[in-house]
């Protein structure tokens, strides 16, 4: 453990990707919480995939044009995260059997755009794995900035409209009835998702993502009855995962986002097997 | 001039080209409850969601306590059918009440509800007899528990009408005629208008129900000895029987086309 903290001190990469999961955790357990109960998983998990496309452009036109240098890859995470969002949104609640048709198409679409824009574009090759699967070695400042700055609008949001969301999610035709749009707030929330999905994609990448976000909160899930001490609970094991693995992953020299994704993983299976009540 | 309560004149409805409701036309004063009848796919619930304003009628004119049925919606209390909402979604009873209040123009932040508010949800609970289950998860409840909770969110808004729509579809008898004690006790206080398939519980609810095939016609209650025997007979629930229900009574402008 001296020896991680020691580490931490003298790699500034290291303490930035700490600081930003640290303040992550919160907002990731919000978000995460949501999808468990609303049970849309799969569709943040098209947006994650679709985010490379968006990376991939923003590489190829900012090397190609000199001027679109203003066009970084944080920019085109961001767009393309937000319009897969809004159109699975729109599909989702206008023609629901299209919407898994939907989902896989964006998809692979994402992944294959971001691997063509990837190839063509100029200049000295990117890794693709640190996009596939993270790599914390490459944090910097400004993404903790970036992080803090998402992660306050993320909670901001949901405090504000706390009721609504609830609402929405529980019985959308009575929302409409008292006045609060359904659609509106359901949109509103996969835009929320599609912010935690670029944090998390730049923090662990795009595989990884999604297992980050909903393992805590399915764990919480089973464990409580509402949602606010859910929402607590899967940010308060994100924050527990971090704490722990981040150190042993570093000791025993291994990659940090898998080492976390499987422990989460345990620990939901225990608690599958303690908590036997239905739901969830 | 005492105001119709509801008054709903020549009404039509299609879904693209398939007409669900024909020159629908019926008025109901103040006070009057009554049970919604009639087969399925014969327009129930679609003469609902015009009622609640969530549709708009191809033809014809409906108001609700003198209102167009957008601007009467907050005095409407409305009960969903079972399959309309997530029945494992983590709140507690307190929580599914209180969602009652939510409105447009009021913003309730997290976390708290106002003292005023959470009073009035106990009064709600209290009005169909659940008090003190505030706490209660929601998806450990039984069917009829959810139903009466829905019911105490409906009456949230102090609504003057009361619309359920098949309250009893997943009940056991039991908790059937619990419900329906209930419901008896509230229609003093309000209109209760209730769709149902099961021809037992129409009696309970005011002295004539709304038959609705296409079109819509009245039958006055209580329903002929010969039906209400084949209802009771063996105890059993039976489903709405078109033919046994038109067999009886002046039918002549029921027309099931």
């Known amino acids: 453990m001296t020896e991680f903290l020691e580490s931490v001190r003298l790699n500034p990469a290291l303490q930035y990707a700490l600081i930003a999961g640290i303040i992550a955790c919160v907002p990731f357990g919000v978000v995460g919480s949501f999808l468990v109960v609303r049970r849309i998983g799969y569709i943040a998990a098209a947006i994650a995939h679709s985010i490379l496309g968006g990376i991939g452009a923003a590489i190829y036109f900012s090397r190609s044009y000199e001027a679109m240098a203003w066009f970084t890859p944080l920019l085109g995470a961001t767009l393309a995260a937000l319009l897969s969002a809004l159109l699975i949104g729109f599909v989702s609640l206008r023609f629901r059997e299209r919407e898994d048709t939907l989902i896989g198409a964006i998809w692979a679409t994402g992944m294959a755009a971001g691997l063509l824009f990837l190839h063509k574009a100029p200049g000295t090759g990117v890794s693709l794995e640190s996009f596939l699967f993270g790599d914390i070695l490459l944090t910097s400042r400004s993404d903790v900035w970036v992080t803090a700055i998402a992660s306050a609008l993320i909670l901001l949001v949901v405090v504000l409209f706390y009721p609504r969301l609830i609402a929405v999610c529980f019985d959308p035709e009575f929302s409409d009835l008292r006045g609060v749009s359904s659609t509106r707030y359901y949109l509103l929330l996969l835009v929320l998702t599609a912010i935690a999905m670029v944090l998390l994609v730049r923090l662990a990448g795009i595989v990884l993502s999604l297992a980050l976000l909903i393992l805590p909160a399915a764990t919480a899930a089973r464990v409580f009855q509402r949602m606010t001490p859910i929402i607590l609970g899967a940010s308060f094991l994100s924050f527990a995962y971090l704490l722990v693995c981040f150190p042993l992953s570093y000791h025993q020299d291994l990659p940090t986002g898998p080492v976390i994704v499987v422990a989460a993983s345990l620990v939901y299976g225990l608690t599958l097997l303690v908590t036997r009540r239905r739901g969830a | ?257």
């Open chain 2, 1 to 257: 001039m005492m105001e119709a309560l509801l008054a709903v004149e020549g009404v039509s409805f299609a879904y693209g080209r398939e007409r669900v409701l024909r020159e629908v036309s019926f008025s109901v004063n103040e006070q009057e409850s009554f049970c919604l009848i009639g087969p399925n796919g014969g327009g129930k619930s679609t003469l609902l969601k015009l009622l609640l304003g969530m549709l708009k009628p191809s033809d014809g004119t409906i108001s609700v306590l003198g209102k167009s049925p957008l601007k009467a919606r907050r005095e409407i209390g409305y009960v969903p059918q079972f399959m309309h909402y997530d029945p494992h979604f983590p709140v507690t009873v307190a929580d599914v009440v209180l969602l009652g209040a939510l409105e447009k123009s009021h913003f309730h932040p997290f976390p708290r509800w106002s003292r005023e508010l959470r009073e009035r949800a106990q009064h709600s609970l209290r009005q169909v007899d659940l008090a003190g289950c505030e706490r209660l998860p929601f998806r450990e409840l039984s069917g009829g528990q959810r139903q009466r909770v829905l019911i105490a969110r409906a009456l949230m808004t102090q609504p003057r009408i009361l619309l359920l729509d098949e309250p009893t579809a997943n009940v056991d008898l039991a908790v059937e005629t619990q419900l329906m004690d209930t419901l008896t006790s509230l229609q003093e206080q309000m209109t209760v208008i209730m769709v149902t398939h099961d021809m037992g519980l129409v009696p309970q609810i005011g002295s004539r129900a709304l038959c609705v095939n296409r079109r819509a016609h009245w039958h006055e209650l209580p329903l002929a000895p010969e039906m209400i025997q084949d209802i009771y007979s063996g105890g059993q629930r039976i489903e709405h029987n078109e033919a046994t229900l038109h067999s009886q009574g002046d039918h002549s402008a029921c027309s099931h086309d």
